[in-house]
């Protein structure tokens, strides 16, 4: 069974960039036609896509966060990562990696909380 | 790009059944057939179990069912039971190539 683990600093300061990267175990981040996600939650609110990054490295980024946004794959280390610039207090959320599988996010990791602060 | 609307919450006793809407627009809901729901419990991840508007994973109930009709999806659990009390999310893929979730809704099993 696949499964994919979040890591990353936990409290990032205003303006300065979030790093997250998601290790997928369980099969290979190159088999199959997957696209791999990330997708974030304020607490207490809902969902939301922020970008995929296919197999061939291809990306596709919420509109809302591409000026910010760089998706990429690692994948000998069989990981991929996310990285958000500018951050302000209205990135803090819960980042949640995701495989997506014809067009359904079908594993999700168990999520990240990421606050942004000074 | 909107979030998808759906109810804040919902409400129903054990054996009773309840309805999720998901309302968006022809860009999404309305558009495809690739709409999926995601139940949460609190402090969990994400867990799906409808894809396609109506289809279920492997080990899903057979009690949660998805149907659609126009730019309106919803989510039915039918003999309601005290462990489906958490939030359920609706999202759609979209003519943008994007995807959109909904707000969530909170199910009370009272």
Known sequence: QIQLQESGPGLVKPSQTLSLTCTVSGDSINSGSFYWSWVRQ?????????GNIYNSGS???????ARRLTVSLDAPR???SLRLSSVT???TAVYYCARIRFLVFDFWGQGSLVTVSS | Q???TQPASVSGSPGQSITISCTGSSTDVGGYDYVSWYQQHPGTAPKLIIYDV????????GRFSGSKSGDTASLTISGLQAEDEA???CCSYTVRATWVFGGGTKLTVL
């Open chain 2, 87 to 89: 939030d359920y999310f």
């Open chain 1, 42 to 50: 304020v607490p207490g609110k809902g969902l939301e896509w922020i």
């Open chain 2, 54 to 61: 109506t289809k279920r994973p492997s080990g899903v109930s």
């Open chain 2, 2 to 4: 909107s979030a998808l």
């Open chain 1, 89 to 91: 207090a209205a990135d």
């Open chain 1, 78 to 80: 069989n990981q991929f």
């Open chain 1, 59 to 65: 990306t596709f980024y919420n509109p809302s966060l």
